[in-house]
């Protein structure tokens, strides 16, 4: 049974969201199965693809200043700086049981990251695209505990 498969509970109802998504999806899926001769580069593609990804989000929330922008844009940070420091100890240690790990745990984190963050994210953008207006109350005020992040006060 495949790691990750795309399904329509992944789809948000925002194309270029749903399409790099469903790429995500794929790579993930790609280099579960990806051999060591091709792992690293399946990786780096990898990797550039999710910084592709996470910038056209982050510069989107940035323009529309959108209400839980740092959480979101922290997550990302997270996750990129983990897939990095993986990569190095591929690299550095041949320590490929480790970025299979990595690749495994993207499974559920994605599961979960499409179903809130980016889910709030797409709602948004599209209450803005029908011209309704969206007040910070419309939005949770922030991601709640755990972000670290010292929110401006409203
Ligand atoms: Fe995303
Ligand atoms: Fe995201």
Avoid: K
Avoid at 134 to 144: E, I, L, R
């Amino acid at each position: 049974m495949s790691l990750i498969e795309w399904s329509d509970q992944f789809a948000l109802g925002v194309e270029w969201m749903d399409d790099t998504h469903r790429e995500f999806v794929q790579m993930v899926q790609s280099l579960d199965s990806a051999g060591e001769d091709v792992f690293l580069a399946q990786y780096d593609a990898f990797i550039a693809h999710t910084e592709d990804h996470f910038q056209r989000e982050n510069e989107i929330m940035q323009q529309t200043a959108f209400p839980p922008l740092h959480c979101h844009l922290s997550e990302h940070e997270n996750v990129l700086n983990i897939m990095r420091d993986v990569r190095r100890m591929v690299v550095d240690e041949g320590r490929f049981d480790v970025g299979r790990v990595l690749v495994r745990e993207m499974a559920p984190w994605f599961t979960n990251h499409a179903a809130t963050m980016d889910n709030m994210l797409a709602r948004f953008l599209q209450m803005q695209a029908e011209g309704q207006p969206v007040s910070p109350s419309d939005m949770p005020p922030a991601c709640g505990a755990g972000c670290g992040h010292e929110h401006e006060a409203a």
